[in-house]
Nanobody, 127 residues
C-alpha cells in the first residue's frame, strides 16, 4: 500500500525559509524513481516546481523558473524521504504543496503523470 505524506508547511514571512518533507511508505527512494513537488494556489492551475530523478546511482534535478535559485530538492534514501528546501520566500509562493512519485526516471520536465500522490501541505507567505 503506497502512501506519500507531505509535511512541513506553515506560515512564514517574506524572505523566510521552510523545509518540506515527502515521506513514503510502500515505496522506496533508493534508486530508479522520480519524485516531484507541485503547488497549487487558490484559483490557479497546479504547477510543477521541481523534480528529482535517480537511476543507477545518478541523480538529476529539475526546477521551474519561478523557483530556480531559491528552492532545492534533495533525497535521503536512508529515511526514504524527499525534501524541498525553500528560501527567499515570496508571497506568490503561497500555495498548497504536493509531492508525487513514480518508478523510473524522468524524461522531460514538467511531468504530471505520476503514479502516486500525497496530500498537500499549506505554505503561506505573509508580508
Amino acid at each position: 500500500d503506497v502512501q506519500l505524506q507531505a509535511s512541513g508547511g506553515g506560515l512564514v514571512q517574506v524572505g523566510g525559509s521552510l523545509r518540506l518533507s515527502c515521506a513514503a511508505s510502500g515505496f522506496t527512494f533508493d534508486d530508479d524513481y522520480t519524485v516531484g513537488w507541485f503547488r497549487q494556489a487558490p484559483g490557479k492551475e497546479r504547477e510543477a516546481i521541481t523534480c528529482i530523478s535517480s537511476n543507477d546511482g545518478h541523480t538529476y534535478s529539475y526546477y521551474a523558473d519561478s523557483v530556480k535559485g531559491r528552492f532545492t530538492i534533495s533525497s535521503d534514501s536512508g529515511k526514504n524521504t524527499v525534501y524541498l528546501q525553500m528560501a527567499s520566500l515570496k508571497p506568490e509562493d503561497t500555495a498548497v504543496y504536493f509531492c508525487a512519485a513514480s518508478e523510473g526516471v524522468l524524461v522531460s520536465f514538467p511531468f504530471y503523470e505520476f503514479d502516486f500522490w500525497g496530500q498537500g501541505t499549506l505554505v503561506t507567505v505573509s508580508s
